[in-house]
T-cell receptor, first 114, second 113 residues
Framework: KAGVTQTPRYLIKTRGQQVTLSCSPI?????VSWYQQTPGQGLQFLFE???????NKGNFPGRFSGRQFSNSRSEMNVSTLELGDSALYLC?????????????FGPGTRLTVL | AQSVSQHNHHVILSEAASLELGCNYS??????LFWYVQYPGQHLQLLLK??????LVKGIKGFEAEFIKSKFSFNLRKPSVQWSDTAEYFC???????????FGRGTQLTVWP
């Protein structure tokens, strides 16, 4: 099976712009989670989607949003970008998102905000 | 809220040395525990996981971890490290009723040949 794929791999934006990142889960996986990874804060949970519904949400401002499509592909959007949004954004998929599920991670999208 | 502590930020070892990376978590209920590894330039990969049963779990590449419930710990071990084990290691916890993972801050392991 193909792994989790994320596009684009690299992005450079300027403050105030918005950005959309895409994630394609492993075939058959219905849960997609998003994480932000920075050197200072480590891996922080953004949100999780299951069957097109947001099921969990982390402590991020409303500028961070996401959605999931019927084929389980997911997108996350960040509006009004700030310098502090520069990070590696990771997507992870699992079969059903239950506590016993294993999450498989994609390579990430490296976002740089100038 | 759950939290995960990894005691060592950076560990430096010579090849063939033994490794133990500490991980403690705070959560009162049943937990599922994971160790992930991130090799330079690569994505996070699962090393091993504990859901239930034998508290000593074995993972890939000779790694193992022991779940000690009374100590809220899930330490990662390897008897003899190799240069190729140089990577960042993350401990993660998920409570039995939640879908999200809580990650520790990571431990950078550098192995000198």
């Amino acid at each position: 099976k193909a792994g989790v794929t994320q596009t684009p791999r690299y992005l450079i934006k300027t403050r105030g712009q918005q950005v959309t990142l895409s994630c394609s889960p492993i075939s058959g996986h219905r849960s997609v989670s998003w994480y932000q990874q920075t050197p200072g804060q480590g891996l922080q949970f953004l949100f999780e989607y299951f069957s097109e519904t947001q099921r969990n949400k982390g402590n991020f401002p409303g500028r961070f949003s996401g959605r999931q499509f019927s084929n389980s592909r997911s997108e996350m959007n960040v509006s009004t970008l700030e310098l502090g949004d520069s990070a590696l954004y990771l997507c992870a998929s699992s079969q059903a998102g239950g506590s016993a599920d294993t999450q498989y991670f994609g390579p990430g999208t490296r976002l740089t905000v100038l | 809220a759950q939290s995960v502590s990894q005691h060592n930020h950076h560990v430096i070892l010579s090849e063939a040395a033994s490794l133990e990376l500490g991980c403690n978590y705070s959560y009162g209920g049943t937990v599922n525990l994971f160790w992930y590894v991130q090799y330079p330039g690569q994505h996070l990969q699962l090393l091993l996981k504990y859901f239930s049963g034998d508290p000593l779990v074995k993972g890939i590449k000779g790694f193992e971890a022991e779940f000690i419930k009374s100590k809220f710990s899930f330490n990662l071990r390897k008897p003899s490290v190799q240069w190729s084990d140089t990577a960042e290691y993350f401990c993660a916890v998920r409570g039995s009723t939640l879908g999200r993972l809580y990650f520790g801050r990571g431990t950078q392991l550098t192995v000198w040949p």
